[in-house]
């Protein structure tokens, strides 16, 4: 079955430093990968998205995610964290028939000044 | 051009209540995506409609839950004799068109539902 695991609950990191946040993968066919970002009391924002050709794929506010088949990971990094960057961060892999997302339990970021 | 709009953003219910939750699409998306989110879990996909069209269901629970999107008006999730197990957040998101994952999902603000 589809799943997305993201092994990280809560992430700690101080303003300025770089980021990177962890999201494994199962799925049997070519994966459909998204990173969504929430903030707090809000809906789903899309971050970026991978579906083929550069496994390195660049998204809005300065994040971007590299594809790894060969670990099945899809990790999400920033080099120089804000403290606007503060939020939830949650994988996601298409994975059913009809197009509907299968999300991982999501990566609370706190930004230290 | 406004985004996806649920309302409302908050509902109280006692048990044994029922529960409409409403969604508007963005303007020209005809898709409609249901997805609930427990305390501390990910969402989780509940259904997959298209107007007047029930497309995918396969993530609903089998009693109590119905979804709607009629030719005019706002997708309804319908919650019947609630209980406290249905405490949530429930999103909805829209897309322009079948696609699969091409098509990017755009998310509303959600509708947290307190069941006391």
């Known amino acids: 079955a589809q799943s997305v695991t993201q092994p990280d609950i809560h992430i700690t990191v101080s303003e300025g430093a770089s980021l990177e946040l962890r999201c494994n993968y199962s799925?049997?066919?070519?994966?459909?990968l998204f990173w969504y970002v929430q903030s707090p009391g809000q809906g789903l924002q899309l971050l970026l998205k991978?579906?083929?050709?550069?496994?390195l794929v660049q998204g809005i506010k300065g994040f971007e995610a590299e594809f790894k088949r060969s670990q099945s990971s899809f990790n999400l990094r920033k080099p120089s964290v804000h403290w606007s960057d503060a939020a939830e961060y949650f994988c996601?892999?298409?994975?059913?028939?009809?197009?509907?997302?299968?999300f991982g339990k999501g990566t609370k970021l706190s930004v230290k000044p | 051009n406004a985004g996806v709009m649920q309302n409302p953003r908050h509902l109280v219910r006692r048990r044994g209540q029922e529960a409409r939750l409403r969604c508007s699409p963005m303007?020209?998306?005809?898709?409609v995506y249901w997805y609930r989110q427990l305390p501390e879990e990910g969402l989780k996909f509940m259904v997959y409609?298209?107007?007047?069209?029930?497309?995918?269901e396969s993530g609903m629970p089998k009693e109590r839950f119905s979804a709607e999107f009629p030719k005019e008006g706002p997708s309804i999730l319908r919650i019947q004799q609630v209980v406290r197990g249905d405490s949530a957040a429930y999103f909805c998101?829209?897309?322009?068109?079948?696609?699969?994952?091409?098509?990017?999902?755009?998310f509303g603000p959600g509708t947290r539902l307190l069941v006391l």
């Open positions: 303007k020209g998306h005809s898709h």
């Open positions: 409609l298209q107007k007047e069209n029930i497309i995918d």
């Open positions: 799925y049997g066919a070519t994966p459909y």
């Open positions: 996601a892999v298409g994975g059913g028939s009809q197009g509907n997302l299968i």
């Open positions: 991978y579906f083929s050709g550069d496994t």
């Open positions: 998101a829209s897309s322009p068109r079948a696609g699969g994952y091409q098509e990017t999902q755009y």
